[in-house]
């Protein structure tokens, strides 16, 4: 993989049911990591334009062009994923290094509880 932390990608988005996924732009937070030969997993925090439904934690977008995005959308910090590279289907754009290190300073305060 040649994605790396601070890239907007596409790929399928898990719902919280663990079920279903939805193909939709993501933020890789962290990773990659092998896990063997073939597989290949890193972190994902979920990119939304349902920005009227606020959930502590989301960052707008400041630059949705840069990033990739045809709209102005939100990074939902609270929704983070580990997922398996192989459901990249592209790069479509890069945060800047100012709103990815609000993303990770939001993603460590909710780990510390």
Do not use: H, Y
């Amino acid at each position: 993989m040649t994605d790396r932390r601070g890239d907007v990608v596409a790929t399928l988005f898990p719902f919280a049911d663990g079920v279903s996924a939805k193909k939709r732009p993501a933020l890789i937070c962290a990773g990659p990591w092998r896990v063997t030969s073939t597989i290949e997993v890193c972190w994902v925090v979920m990119i939304t334009t349902t920005i009227l439904k606020g959930w502590p934690g989301d960052l707008k977008v400041p630059d949705p062009t840069t990033a990739g995005l045809p709209v102005p959308s939100i990074i939902r910090t609270l929704k983070l994923a580990c997922i398996d590279t192989r459901n990249i289907t592209r790069t479509i754009g890069t945060l800047d290094k100012a709103t990815l290190a609000a993303v990770q300073r939001n993603i460590q305060k909710r780990l510390r509880g």
